[in-house]
């Protein structure tokens, strides 16, 4: 049986995106007779705090489903401080050097990407020869760091450049999540061998239910993670909402408390925050609403948000409001509406264009189609488990 470690900063019992696909990842090696080992830190976001379960512990070793998990020590904070958001990082990355010391690893070792200097902590040092180093690159940074404001091109950007090169460089394969991260990676290694690796889900979606015609307010829903690259505070001031629409919000993250207030304070406006449930309870919980929303408060070069995927697969039809190669899949593959991104006067004028008649169940039906046939996990595993 072969071995493959997987280091990640993101696992259950956390939630978002990054969390679940590499879950998906290692569960599906697993599936495909793997002895799968994760390293990750113990469970904090997006909450910055050790979760409850986890609290008081230096590491903590079990096994899930097959899987054997590693979740070492972190100095855990959301705080929007880089020197804090710095600390962070570079105590997850000591933990991990700790770890590589006192523990044999396998040959086979796939590191998520980023957060950069993680990453690079452990590039630098299981890059021997003996090694097969998979890089799986999410986003990329600091190109996404300097689109979203985070950066500066100063000397640490620079860095953080350099940093980039040296573990696309030192990777056997790069995996990444759109076609715009292996472009920028060929760009500057053209001989790199690059695979696609969406985040498709992995879960029996319920049966889609109908619509009761005597509602006649479109109920657009979010439902993720409240930050501020997402834009949802944002949204919620700048959506006409004489366009007969209702918009209901499920999540956490950093904007809650502004758009708690901003609902508090505007009672008149429909809107509804309702926090944050578990992924599978979400699951059953949007199948009430007519549209589901995915903004970016800017375009971010080789993002291409997983929401996609995962409200497809529920056969729900989407309203992507944030450009590039995400507006790309859910155009071509006709999964709804497309806004151009930041441009909140053209966001309101195809809602305004949108009418409830259009949400039929045939058109869900044929959403959750398409993602069946198209957005194939099984297929990516088959590829990526031919390379390992």
């Known amino acids: 049986m072969k071995e493959v470690l997987i280091i990640t900063s993101y696992f259950p019992p956390e939630i978002g995106a990054a969390s679940n696909r590499i879950f998906h990842l290692a569960e599906g090696l697993q599936e495909r007779n793997f002895k799968v080992q994760v390293i990750t830190p113990l469970p904090n976001y997006p909450t910055g705090k050790i979760f409850d379960d986890y609290s008081g512990k230096f590491k903590q070793t079990t096994v899930e489903k097959g899987i054997t998990i590693h979740r070492l020590w972190i100095y855990a904070t959301v705080s929007k401080n ?160 004489n366009n007969n629409i209702e918009l209901h919000i499920y999540g956490s993250g950093a904007e809650q408390k502004l758009i708690e207030s901003f609902i508090e304070k505007h009672p008149d406006l429909p809107i509804y925050f309702h926090g944050r449930v578990t992924r599978e309870a979400l699951h059953k919980v949007l199948l009430q609403y007519d549209i589901a929303i995915i903004p970016l408060l800017n375009r971010i070069y ?16 989407i309203l992507y409001f944030g450009g590039g190669e995400g507006e790309d899949v859910v155009k071509n593959n006709t999964l709804g509406w497309i806004a151009n991104a930041a441009d909140y006067e053209d966001l309101n004028r195809v809602i305004a264009s949108i009418t409830i008649s259009e949400i039929t169940i045939a058109f869900k039906q044929q959403i959750k189609e398409t993602a069946t046939t198209t957005f194939n996990l099984e297929g990516q595993l088959k590829k990526l488990t031919s390379l390992l």
């Open 82 to 241: 880089k020197f804090l958001r710095l600390i962070a990082m570079l105590s997850y990355s000591f933990s991990l050097l700790y770890f590589f010391a006192f523990n044999k690893l396998p040959k086979t070792v796939i590191v998520q990407s980023p957060p950069l200097l993680v990453a690079f902590t452990a590039m630098l040092f299981l890059r021997s020869k003996n090694r097969n180093l998979i890089l799986n690159v999410s986003d990329l940074w600091p190109i996404a760091g300097l689109e979203l404001g985070a950066f500066k091109k100063n000397f640490s950007y620079k860095m953080l450049e350099k940093i980039e090169r040296f573990n696309y460089n030192k990777a056997d394969l790069v995996l990444g999540q759109s076609e715009e991260i292996l472009t920028h990676v060929t760009s500057l290694f053209p001989e790199k061998e690059t695979l696609l690796y969406r985040n498709y889900p992995d879960f029996d979606a319920p049966e889609i239910e109908s619509r009761n015609p005597s509602e006649e307010k479109i109920k657009l829903v979010y439902a993720g993670l409240l930050g501020i690259a997402q834009g949802v505070y944002k949204l919620c001031t700048e959506l006409n909402f």
């Open 302 to 317: 080789g993002s291409v948000p997983s929401k996609i995927f995962e409200y497809a697969k529920l056969g729900l039809p």
